[in-house]
């Protein structure tokens, strides 16, 4: 525990997420299961991503296990193989870890069989043999994430804390802007804090404008550290999550006219609306920052460098003076530089 409350006290930490988007979009996981197969399938694309992610500026290598659970593996016919997956990421993500001197994070996640308490004792179990593998692979802390229900939020909390890890946990909210219990965030991660969660905070569903009254709601209700992990899609008011959003370009080409999951390029954030995110959170007491689902590289690094850091990738940070055209550079053709207009 000691470790991540150290490094946050020293200032904000980031954890870049987003493993299931960037791999589906690489053709190594397949959309809809979203199931983390790749771990066995592809291990060095996942340790490869790893790399990239803390390339440009990640303080956390999170363990792929986020859908890695026995209901997603049951639907998809692979049960068997539940520890070999969690055991094999948390092997690579560890390696990365060592070899980068960044956090190493086991993760656990949304069960979708949770219908409410008469549902604890099957999620608990599940969550049990997860953390039991996190905990063996020796992390630092587990992170817990994209709960739309508080209940089995306090559930995987309890079961990291009983495991003796700190517990990073974030909810989910959707376009009611509340938990699925009718709960505000802020009433929510307050329920979290006092169950013992050491990082309470939101992730996932929402983009930076949306997410981040909530997280002012959230910051002002607890007093350990908060979590803010946006979707890097311009969600609105009127569509406040990238599951609500519409795009009439691809309306009937995709299942139920949702441009949610396989569609929504046209809606990703710039590195620069990223940026922007990450001053407007950090202004407002986030010090847990990444981005989730649709997250690249380059979103990281811009998450990085507006937090005054200069991570290995920043030695590629886009310079246009240099652009033929574009640029400003006074050796560049002048007759390039008024064709500019014209492009």
């Known amino acids: 525990m000691a470790e991540l409350l150290e490094r946050l ?5 980031i954890c870049a997420e987003g493993y299931l988007f960037e791999l589906e979009r690489r053709g190594y996981l397949q959309a809809g299961g979203f199931v983390p197969e790749v771990v066995l399938e592809h291990p060095e694309k996942v340790a490869e ?10 303080d956390v290598v999170e363990a792929f296990t986020y859908y890695a659970h026995r209901e997603k593996l049951r639907i998809i016919g692979r049960e068997e193989a539940l520890e070999q997956i969690n055991r094999r990421a948390l092997d690579l993500a560890r390696d990365v870890a060592a070899e980068s001197g960044a956090l190493f994070a086991g993760d656990i996640c949304n069960t979708n069989v949770y219908t409410g308490p008469e549902a604890d004792g099957l999620v608990r179990s599940m969550f049990e043999e997860q953390v039991a593998w996190a905990a063996e692979a020796g992390v630092d802390f587990v992170i817990g994430e994209t709960f739309s229900w508080l209940g089995e939020a306090l559930v995987a909390t309890s079961v990291i804390k009983d495991a003796g890890l700190p517990a990073v946990v974030m909810l989910t909210a959707h376009r009611d802007g509340t938990v699925r219990e009718g709960i505000s965030p802020g009433e929510a991660c307050r329920r979290l804090e006092a169950a013992g969660a050491d990082v309470v905070g939101l992730n996932c569903s929402r983009g930076p404008d949306t997410l981040l009254p909530l997280l002012e709601e959230v910051r002002a209700a607890v007093t350990v550290p908060v979590a803010g992990l946006p979707v890097p899609y311009r969600t609105t008011h009127s569509h ?9 370009k691809t309306a009937g080409l995709v299942v139920g006219d949702r441009p949610f999951p396989t569609a929504l390029d046209p809606f990703t954030c710039s590195r620069y609306e ?7 959170a950090r202004d407002i007491g986030v010090d847990y920052l990444g981005v989730c689902c649709g997250a690249a590289p380059h979103h990281i690094r811009s998450m990085a460098e507006a937090l005054g850091r200069t991570p290995p990738a ?8 240099k652009h033929y055209a574009l640029g400003s550079d006074a050796t560049l053709q ?3 530089r008024q064709f500019a207009e014209r492009l």
Do not use: K
């Open 314 to 321: 920043s030695r590629y940070t886009a310079d246009l003076s």
């Open 240 to 248: 406040p999550t990238m599951q609500s959003l519409e795009d009439p």
């Open 49 to 58: 991503l790893h790399r990239e992610f803390v390339h440009a500026g990640s």
């Open 274 to 280: 990223i940026a922007e995110f990450t001053r407007r």
């Open 334 to 336: 002048e007759a390039n």
């Open 9 to 13: 006290a020293q200032g904000p930490v």
